[in-house]
């Protein structure tokens, strides 16, 4: 059954016919993900390309031929387009069929072929988009250009990973480029935000929302307090250097057994120096550490500790979507409303390469004074990674339905390296409780009765 044909009810709805307006948007994203990614890697060698880097983490090059291929099977075969590749190559760029400790094994593309497949497939896309695509249609894959999309939103989140993967970096020194000017707010007050209970928006009705986040619907959350501010580097060293890590009182019990067998004393990339004195490792360069910055490469069972020991929790996923859009109830695209992200309201894009201090974006705050929530870096929240009600997978299982239960905790916001295509109020990421590599960080809550 053909999904480009298929009135399938887990798609976006149609409503009006869609019209070719998207057609503009969605070249410019697929190329703005083009653009980071060959960005990212440019200049390095061959050699750094292939390696492992960590168990964690592909190849950087099964990546790049992995978005390419993720491309032509959606944008060309999918739509009705002539395939470049067999079908049977798909299978080296398979994530469900290859874990990432194992993908240097494979008969992987050399760099030279891999970055020239993207090319071609984005040459084939972009004829296919402007010649070979109806104007007007109601199929599911195309209703406000979806397919081009979550195509899009896929390549960012690679680049993302690619990210991380460059930060997992030992052997080789990653040259950071020139960054945006880190700005300085001076100090912030660190309190607390009062959310009254109410009947709150919960999921995303934008036209390229992954399945995950449908459908929408209310939910009553009961009134809570948020912090204003994600914790900050400076507040977790409290933690740290007050024996948060060797006190058994503040951990899950499955924590403080990752804790103890992995030896842990402090976040990922934290060096301490005599006299207390602490540094970070930052791609591969040694710089002091800055308090007023968020934290960033803390695992769940870090941040649900310090929150615990802070006589606090973590924020259910409603609770911070409810800070998101607002305690009014108006369903929000984003915590300061349905303009777009810019470097005045968030901390996206990738090109700060790294948390900026609290306080930098003013005009990024919600409703009811909640800064940061989007960028920076995405934040734990208390919550399972399950389906709303009514979930139905489009267009396939592996995007998010094999990952629900309890296995997995849900992040919010987005991070410094996100994009601002696949960042919103509704927006649903996911990961193991125990992962550290990611740009991850958290805020505290608690009880408001």
């Known amino acids: 059954m053909s999904l480009l044909a298929d009135g399938f009810s887990g798609a976006p709805r149609a409503g009006a016919r869609a019209k070719t307006a998207w057609k503009a948007r969605a070249w410019r994203e697929l190329r703005d993900a083009r653009a980071r990614l060959l960005g990212l890697l440019s200049g390095l060698p061959e050699s750094v390309l292939v390696r492992q880097h960590s168990s964690l983490m592909s190849p950087l090059i099964w990546d790049v031929a992995h978005v390419a291929n993720y491309e032509e099977q959606w944008l060309l075969r999918a739509l009705g387009a002539p395939a470049l590749t067999d079908p049977a190559f798909d299978r080296v760029y398979d994530a469900f069929q290859h874990p990432r400790a194992t993908r240097a094994t494979l008969p992987l593309l050399p760099p030279e072929a891999a970055f020239a497949y993207a090319a071609r497939v984005r040459d084939a896309v972009r004829e296919h988009l402007e010649?070979?695509?109806?104007?007007?249609?109601?199929?599911?894959?195309?209703?406000?250009?979806?397919?081009?999309?979550?195509?899009?939103?896929?390549?960012?989140?690679?680049?993302?990973?690619?990210?991380?993967?460059?930060?997992?970096?030992t052997e080789v020194e990653y040259r950071v480029p020139a960054s945006r000017l880190r700005p300085h707010p001076g100090p912030v007050a660190r309190h607390e935000v009062f959310i009254p209970g109410g009947v709150s928006p919960m999921g995303s009705r934008h036209p390229w929302a992954f399945d995950n986040e449908r459908p929408a619907h209310a939910r009553h959350v009961p009134p809570f307090f948020i912090d204003a501010h994600p914790v900050t580097n400076g507040e977790y060293r409290v933690f740290v250097e007050s024996g948060g890590y060797d006190d058994a009182r503040w951990w899950h019990p499955k924590g403080w057994d990752f804790v103890r067998a992995e030896r842990l004393r402090h976040p990922q990339f934290w060096l301490a120096q005599e006299g207390r004195r602490w540094l970070r490792r930052r791609f591969g360069q040694v710089e002091p550490l800055p308090w007023d910055e968020p934290v960033q490469h803390v695992c769940w069972y870090e941040a649900d500790a310090y929150a615990r020991w802070a006589g606090k929790r973590l924020p259910t996923e409603a609770e911070w979507e409810r800070a998101a859009h607002g305690s009014d109830g108006v369903a929000r695209e984003h915590p300061?409303?349905?303009?777009?992200?810019?470097?005045?309201?968030?901390?996206?894009?990738?090109?700060?390469?790294?948390?900026?201090?609290?306080?930098?974006?003013?005009?990024?705050?919600?409703?009811?004074?909640?800064?940061?929530?989007?960028?920076?870096?995405?934040?734990?929240?208390?919550?399972?990674?399950?389906?709303?009600?009514?979930?139905?997978?489009?267009?396939?299982?592996?995007?998010?339905?094999?990952?629900?239960?309890?296995?997995?905790?849900?992040?919010?916001?987005?991070?410094?390296?996100?994009?601002?295509?696949?960042?919103?109020?509704?927006?649903?990421?996911?990961?193991?409780?125990?992962?550290?590599?990611?740009?991850?960080?958290?805020?505290?809550?608690?009880d408001g009765r």
């Open 131 to 169: 010649d070979g695509l109806p104007e007007h249609t109601d199929a599911p894959l195309l209703v406000d250009g979806y397919v081009f999309g979550m195509v899009a939103q896929h390549e960012q989140q690679h680049v993302e990973t690619l990210a991380a993967t460059l930060q997992l970096m």
């Open 336 to 446: 300061w409303g349905d303009a777009p992200p810019t470097a005045e309201r968030a901390n996206l894009g990738g090109d700060a390469w790294g948390p900026l201090p609290v306080g930098s974006h003013p005009e990024g705050r919600s409703q009811d004074g909640v800064w940061g929530l989007l960028g920076d870096v995405w934040e734990w929240t208390a919550s399972d990674f399950t389906p709303y009600p009514g979930f139905r997978a489009f267009p396939y299982r592996e995007y998010s339905e094999v990952f629900f239960g309890d296995e997995y905790k849900v992040l919010r916001g987005g991070a410094w390296a996100s994009a601002p295509v696949a960042v919103r109020n509704g927006f649903r990421n996911w990961d193991f409780p125990i992962r550290r590599q990611i740009f991850a960080g958290f805020r505290c809550a608690r």
